[in-house]
């Protein structure tokens, strides 16, 4: 990597990775971007880290430093040469404000699963990792309230508030009714979750939906079991109230209900937790599932519940055989869609056809271009269809106002 003083601006070749790194593409290429003036780490910086932190907490050995460069999906690669890996709120803040002292712009890091090119630095930016900010301060039996530092992992604390008889809100594999059934077209998913809606009223916890395209990639992919026969959609419905009795005759007269009505083809219906983590296994592992094809493009939005799956099937028709799978899968409740695009490995052409004809779609359809995975790195340049000028404005304001020099993270979320 060139090295460079302070001030100067030159442009950084940052890669993108197909899944088994054969091919490797410059961002600035695909994005057209370059480094911003940041100042660049110095052996004297280096010494001031290790100073603030033990030395077995900076890192700046290449193998140690590649993980944190790698996103989960391997979209995107950056080029940082040092990790720095705080305990506490002081050792952050010595940190950040020496790094903004010399304008060295930082990337935060917490368990790089991000799916937006958040979590990884674009350039040279130094990874802080959170990783080892994990203490839980306290726990509230009373209030149900946890105070925990940034770096503790969800699932760890899920285990905490067990041992407690609490749970996580967060938990998505959560405790209660789960059901799994099969429907012929969306629009009865639609149906579906109008009448669940009316039956199950306040235990209904979660209705999710994945077409077949998206089941079988974990089934043929992952060898995960289907627990019904092969069906256009699939529907996994989760109840989890205050009374066991109340809420399992509720929720067998709303199925009752609509396998009578047709609208429900085919289900099963369980309150053993190992078939409950079963079948939320399968919805959970899409995402990895269709990352074994080869490449994909991950699209995360939010559309209007009638317009919900519309765009599916117009990549399908777009992209024609170019695509390995394109599917859909999401919660229905907040009009949160996952589209995911697969082909064998990256190709640009593929990108020019899905961006930004997709969020052009979605902006016509009154939609927003993020559901739940944030803007990151690759959707700044499109967050104006979903975000007028002032809003925009407005956020970069207090962006200006938090972090004058602009060195936190980068690049992302806000186009300049
Ligand atoms: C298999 C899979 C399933 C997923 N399912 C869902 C889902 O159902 N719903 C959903 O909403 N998302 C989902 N996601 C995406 C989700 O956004 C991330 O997994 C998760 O929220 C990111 O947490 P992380 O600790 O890995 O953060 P990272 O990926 O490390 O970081 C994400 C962003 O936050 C910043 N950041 C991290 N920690 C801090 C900090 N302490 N201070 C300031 N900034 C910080 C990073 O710089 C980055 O911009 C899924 C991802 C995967 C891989």
């Known amino acids: 990597m060139t090295v460079m003083g302070a001030g100067e601006s030159a442009k950084y070749s940052c890669a993108r990775l197909n899944d088994i790194c054969e091919v490797v593409l410059d961002l600035d290429e695909k994005y057209n971007i370059e480094r911003k003036k940041f100042g660049v780490v110095t052996p004297t910086d280096i010494n001031y880290f290790k100073s603030v ?54 990337c935060p890091q917490g368990g790089n699963t991000g799916l ?10 130094i990874v802080l990792s959170l990783a080892l900010m994990n203490k839980i301060i306290s726990l509230d039996e009373i209030s149900g309230s946890l105070v925990c530092e940034a770096g503790c992992i969800l699932e760890n604390l899920e285990q905490h508030a067990k041992e407690h008889n609490l749970i996580m809100p967060l938990d998505l594999g959560a405790k209660g009714t789960c059901h799994i059934g099969g429907v012929n077209n969306f629009e009865d998913i639609l149906k579906l979750y109008r009448s669940a809606k009316l039956s199950l009223g306040e235990i209904l916890s979660a209705f999710e939906m994945a077409d077949a395209a998206a089941i079988d990639a974990c089934v043929s992919s992952l060898k995960l079991t289907n627990p019904i026969s092969s069906y256009p959609f699939y ?11 109340h809420d399992s005759e509720k929720l067998g007269g709303f199925l009752e209900q609509e396998m009578a009505s047709g609208l429900i083809l085919d289900g099963t219906v369980s309150s053993d937790p190992n078939k409950i983590h079963a079948m939320w296994t399968l919805r959970e592992s899409i995402s990895t599932a269709v990352l074994l094809d080869g490449y994909v493009f991950k699209y995360d939005v939010s559309l209007p519940l009638k317009d919900y799956y519309k765009l599916v099937p117009k990549l399908k028709q777009r992209l024609g055989p170019t695509a390995r799978r394109v599917c859909g899968y999401g919660h229905i409740g907040d009009g949160n869609i996952h589209i995911n695009v697969s082909i064998p490995a990256y190709d640009k052409r593929t990108l020019e056809m899905l961006e930004p004809f997709i969020y052009e779609e979605v902006a016509k359809l009154d939609g927003s271009i993020s559901a739940e995975h944030g803007i990151g790195f690759r959707k700044p340049h499109y967050i104006h269809y979903s975000k007028d000028a002032t809003s925009l404005q407005l956020m970069k304001d207090i962006k200006q106002l938090m972090d004058p020099n602009g060195i936190l993270n980068p690049y992302k979320v806000l186009p300049d």
């Open 53 to 106: 932190l033990s030395e077995d907490r900076v890192l700046t050995d290449e193998s140690e430093v590649m993980p944190f460069n790698i996103d989960w999906i391997k979209n995107c690669r950056g080029q940082s040469q040092v990790v720095l890996k705080p305990k506490t709120v002081e050792e952050v803040s010595q940190i950040l404000t020496h790094c903004n002292a010399k304008k060295l712009a930082v």
């Open 235 to 245: 529907v996994l419905i989760e109840t989890h109230g205050s009374n066991e009795t």
């Open 116 to 125: 937006v090119g958040g979590s990884v630095p674009v350039f040279d930016e």
